[in-house]
């Protein structure tokens, strides 16, 4: 996913970047949502490839994932930071701030740039109106990969996926194994 462009078309306009960090949940995972099965939330996880699974945190923040198996498999990637590039100043009244590294640097400061909330949870990502993956015209190069981020359970996987050097990943530039 790195390389692919994320964009949120609103009634304020159209606003998104390219994807820049993402982290992986997969099949049998403990740190997944989908790894006690369906529920009301996660029930995006397990739908089409390519659709949205939008979940709160701390009971405040929104944080996008695309689904990424084939329906009933719940896995997803989480959108962990983009590089803005359209919409720029309408992501910064969301957010309240200037600086562009910390418009979408994150998976929360992304989904309030956007203006991403449950309402988009389950939206076909490849030709929905609202919320629309494209994917890069050119291969991403110089991905890094480490542990993810600020969870306990399978902690020691390599499932960060970012693009090295890029000034907008959120997280480490680079953890240990």
Same mark, same amino acid.
């Given at each position: 996913?790195? #390389? ?11 606003? #998104?970047?390219?994807?820049? %960090?993402? %982290? ?7 740190? *997944?949502? !989908? ?8 029930? !995006?996880?397990? #739908? ?10 701390? &009971? ?8 990424? +198996?084939?329906?009933g498999h719940g896995a997803a990637v ?6 803005? %590039? !359209? ?47 494209l994917p890069p015209e050119w291969p991403?190069?110089?991905? &890094?990969? *480490?542990?993810?981020? &600020?969870?306990?359970?399978? !902690? ?10 890029? +000034? ?10």
């Amino acid at each position: 996913m790195i #390389g692919w462009r994320l964009i949120r078309n609103g009634s304020l306009g159209s606003a #998104g970047g390219r994807i820049v %960090e993402t %982290e992986a949940y997969v099949l049998n995972d403990p740190a *997944s949502h !989908a790894f006690r099965g369906i529920s009301a939330r996660n029930a !995006a996880m397990f #739908g089409e490839p390519f659709h949205a699974y939008v979940y709160r945190i701390y &009971g405040r923040h929104w944080c996008v994932n695309v689904t990424s +198996e084939t329906h009933g498999h719940g896995a997803a990637v989480l959108i962990r930071a983009l590089e803005p %590039e !359209a919409g720029i100043e309408l992501m910064r009244a969301r957010r309240g701030r200037e600086d562009l590294r910390l418009l979408c640097s994150g998976p929360a400061r992304l989904c309030q740039a956007l203006d991403i909330d449950r309402g988009l949870d389950g939206a076909n990502l490849l030709d929905g109106p609202d919320l629309r993956l494209l994917p890069p015209e050119w291969p991403a190069s110089k991905i &890094g990969v *480490s542990r993810r981020i &600020g969870i306990s359970a399978a !902690a020691h996987r390599r499932l960060r996926f970012y693009e090295r050097g890029n +000034e907008y990943v959120s997280g480490p530039k680079k953890l240990s194994p």
